[in-house]
Each structure stands twice: as C-alpha cells, then as structure tokens.
C-alpha cells in the first residue's frame, strides 16, 4: 500500500464511472500497521490477496508476527482473504502443500492460491527460483490426493484446484486457462504505464495513464500482446489434455517438449471426473 488511501478511493470512484461493471481487488504483503483508515479500506474490498513466499517474504520474527496478527484480525471482520502462494523451487523441494493449506486456515484464510512463477522481473536474473516443470506437476498433484483424504476443499477453496477441476468437470477454461488476460486485464504500473498480464507489465506495457482510454486499448502493442497469448504451442494441438488445458499461461516457460502443465492431474481427471466435483468452487 504505497499509493496514499485517497488516491486509491479516487482511482476506483472515477474507473467505476468508465467501467461501471469493473471488479477491483488488490494484492498485499500486510506487513504493516493496521490503522483505522488502512483498516476501513482493506474492509470495503470485501476481498483480496495476501501474498507469501517460502524462506523470503519476512525478514525476520517480528514481521511475520506482525502479518499472522494482521491476518487474524482482518479474517475476525469476515473478509474474505486469499492467501497467495509462489511455488518457488524451495518451495517444492522443502515444503508439503498440504501443510501450507493447513496453515492458512488456521490462520483464518477462506481461499489459498498457488502461483507458478513465469520468467519476468527478479525471477529473470535468478532462475533458480523457477522448478522443472516436472517437478512442480508432482508436486500439484501431492496436492491433490492430500487434499481429497483430509477432505481439505470442505474447510479452504484451493483456487488451483478448483480452475483444474473447472477444466475436467464442466470443460470451462478459466483464471490462467483462460488465454485472455491480456484482452480483460489492466494492470497500472508505479510510473503510469500501463500493461495487462501484471508478471510482465514492468518490462511490456503498451500505453500511459496520460493516454486517451480508446488510443489504450487500440494500441499496436496491446494487439500484439493479444495475439501472442492468443497463439498456442503447435504441440498442445496434438494433446489429449487440450479441452481441460487450453494452452496454460503463455508466460510459463516450456522445457523442450515439456509444457507447464498438472498433467498428472489431468490425467486423473479423465479416469475419474467424479473425483473433481468436490473441487469446484463453492
């Protein structure tokens, strides 16, 4: 939260009057006091995202005592916070899925969402951060399994799982299955410019706030970002999992002939759809 509240509130009152059918949300580490004025704010979302990162995100005690309090206190007012995930190499390699998913709920969380991470800002000059594609799917689907024998879905939505089972039970590509971020998204960077995808809109936006809405969203770049999240792999046209798939996010890299796909899920998925209708979003 670095922009002051009232630029914040103005930015959604004037955008509402431009899109009066427009969502608004926000992502935020909450290691920060919670004052009467940030508290007031953070309660009209209803809503949003608190991110955290295995091994990095606090440096040391007192910030992390300071977020778990926070986080209490928000999910006592009854908003419905979601805990957002990067699945890191350490991540994977150092923590169980399921003991994450444990943690957000006892700490209040109603949604947890885990993030691949794609190659854009830090993660360029530190590629380590970024696990095999391999890896990763196992990982998911540890997940998985871990998720249906404790019956986990019936006391935290898992976002992943749920948009895969979107996918395997009703055939309905959503979040980043959807291949149209870059169509419905509009991310403003701290310098005015203005993107869609928010991992890659520092280094590829395609317009300014100072621009005219219309000469925005008909700008060549834009179009071009369109059509390369439009363009898919010529390997995925030859893929079993394609309908439950549609491609992934084009910002995740492929390793050779290895896409960024759960296909462990996927192929569960096709055995036994049945298994994933406890999953669907409550």
Same mark, same amino acid.
């Given at each position: 939260?670095?922009?002051?509240?009232?630029?914040?509130?103005?930015?959604?009152?004037?955008?509402?009057?431009?899109?009066?059918?427009?969502?608004?949300?926000?992502?935020?580490?909450?290691?920060?006091?919670?004052?009467?004025?940030?508290?007031?704010?953070?309660?009209?979302?209803?809503?949003?995202?608190?991110?955290?990162?295995?091994?990095?995100?606090?440096?040391?005690?007192?910030?992390?005592?300071?977020?778990?309090?926070?986080?209490?206190?928000?999910?006592?007012?009854?908003?419905?916070?979601?805990?957002?995930?990067?699945?890191?190499?350490?991540?994977?390699?150092?923590?169980?899925?399921?003991?994450?998913?444990?943690?957000?709920?006892?700490?209040?969380?109603?949604?947890?969402?885990?993030?691949?991470?794609?190659?854009?800002?830090?993660?360029?000059?530190?590629?380590?951060?970024?696990?095999?594609?391999?890896? $990763?799917?196992?990982?998911?689907?540890?997940?998985?399994?871990?998720?249906?024998?404790?019956?986990?879905?019936?006391?935290?939505?898992?976002?992943?799982?749920?948009?895969?089972?979107?996918?395997?039970?009703?055939?309905?590509?959503?979040?980043?299955?959807?291949?149209?971020?870059?169509?419905?998204?509009?991310?403003?960077?701290?310098?005015?410019?203005?993107?869609?995808?928010?991992?890659?809109?520092?280094?590829?936006?395609?317009?300014?706030?100072?621009?005219?809405?219309?000469?925005?969203?008909?700008?060549?770049?834009?179009?071009?970002?369109?059509?390369?999240?439009?363009?898919?792999?010529?390997? !995925?046209?030859?893929?079993?999992?394609?309908?439950? !798939?549609?491609?992934?996010?084009?910002?995740?890299?492929?390793?050779?002939?290895?896409?960024? $796909?759960?296909?462990?899920?996927?192929?569960?998925?096709?055995?036994?759809?049945?298994?994933?209708?406890?999953?669907?979003?409550?």
């Amino acid at each position: 939260m670095l922009a002051p509240l009232s630029d914040m509130e103005r930015f959604r009152e004037k955008s509402l009057e431009l899109f009066p059918e427009s969502s608004f949300g926000i992502q935020t580490n909450l290691v920060y006091k919670l004052t009467k004025s940030r508290l007031s704010f953070l309660s009209s979302l209803k809503s949003f995202g608190i991110s955290w990162d295995h091994d990095i995100r606090f440096e040391h005690l007192s910030q992390k005592l300071l977020w778990e309090q926070n986080v209490k206190e928000l999910s006592q007012y009854g908003l419905q916070l979601t805990l957002v995930v990067s699945m890191s190499t350490n991540l994977i390699k150092e923590k169980k899925a399921i003991d994450i998913v444990s943690y957000a709920y006892g700490l209040g969380f109603k949604h947890i969402l885990f993030e691949r991470i794609t190659s854009n800002g830090n993660a360029k000059l530190n590629k380590g951060v970024l696990p095999g594609n391999q890896d $990763a799917d196992k990982w998911t689907y540890q997940m998985y399994k871990d998720t249906l024998v404790g019956n986990w879905q019936e006391k935290i939505d898992n976002m992943l799982l749920a948009t895969i089972a979107e996918g395997i039970v009703n055939v309905n590509n959503i979040a980043t299955s959807c291949r149209s971020c870059e169509q419905t998204m509009l991310t403003i960077n701290a310098d005015g410019t203005l993107a869609g995808c928010p991992n890659s809109a520092p280094e590829e936006n395609w317009g300014h706030l100072s621009m005219e809405i219309f000469e925005v969203l008909k700008s060549s770049d834009r179009m071009k970002s369109i059509m390369c999240e439009a363009t898919k792999n010529p390997i !995925c046209y030859t893929c079993e999992y394609l309908p439950v !798939c549609n491609g992934g996010c084009h910002r995740l890299d492929w390793q050779g002939d290895l896409c960024p $796909a759960p296909k462990n899920i996927f192929k569960e998925g096709l055995e036994r759809p049945k298994n994933f209708e406890v999953l669907l979003w409550q």
